[in-house]
């Protein structure tokens, strides 16, 4: 009786040391309704960094002020033609715009070119090879003469460039006669003067009549033609003109008149004083040291031989009325 009363009691001491929890264990998380959750590594980054890049006001950078454009322009005024050109920051480029207002003569050039002879040569030293085709504003140094293009060309040794038309380079090919050249913009109103009011101003008009065909020269701006005006002011100068190499009519003054030979080429319409004597009408191109003296606007070889016709003719001139 004793050893099973023994034996029961080792039994429930077994059972005691078995059925309650580890005395030693690794705490448990908590997860009473009061401890905060576990955060995850997105919501910690939204605690720790600051509102979104659309929630904050960033700097303002202000944008900068349109830049001003102080180009030097260059307005060439021919009839009711205008053209500017924008002058680039060459030294040749300032001293053209330094010599302005100018009143020349617009002479050919090969077939893509206008020129124009400053007064004064331009120095080149700092000006850029001239490239491009339509519009080009340039300056050949050999020999002095501004040039305005109408065509492609082919850069070259002494051709610089001085800037490029901004308006009106589509009127370069007609050009004719004298060029009013002035410091721009243009002014609005300020264009050339009214049909009307040229047709008045006969001051420097010489007047030439083929049969009963007349026509109208302007004069040139030199001695030359101011001693022509001076013989004309006398009476009526005819004079008999034959052709000569396909190009020209020409005929002796029977006088001499002061000669401004300049190397030029020659157009339809462009009047010149050949070696003081004679007088050239010519109808065609042709490049040589020739004095101008006039020009028959808007003239074209056509135009002028149904005028002037083939071999000798009778060619008055006079001022105009």
Known sequence: MKQIFISALLSLALMGGCGGQPSSSLP???????????????????ETLPASLSETSAPVVPEPAPAENTAKQMVVQNGERTMVFALNDSAAANALYEQLPLELEVENFSSNEKIFYPPDKLDCADAPIAEGGEGV????????????????????????????????????????GILQITAGPAETGSAA????????????????QVGNETLYAELTDNSSAQALKELLAQGPL???????????????????LPRNDRQITTGPGDIILYQGSSLVIYYDINSWNFTPIGKIGDATREALLDVLGSGNVSVTFSLGE
Request: zero cysteines.
């Open 28 to 46: 448990s998380a908590s997860r009473s309704e009061n401890a905060p959750a576990p955060q995850s590594l997105a919501s910690a980054a939204e």
């Open 137 to 176: 504003l340039a300056y050949y140094e050999p020999w002095g003469d501004v040039v305005m293009f109408y065509g492609d060309f082919s850069s070259g040794s002494g051709l610089y460039g001085l800037g490029e038309a901004v308006s009106g380079a589509e009127h370069i090919p007609n050009l004719s």
């Open 193 to 208: 003067p009214k049909q009307e009011e040229r047709e008045g101003d006969t001051e420097n008009t010489m007047k030439i």
């Open 238 to 256: 005819t004079i008999q003109m034959s052709d000569y190499g396909d190009m020209e009519k020409v005929g002796p003054i029977g006088q001499s």
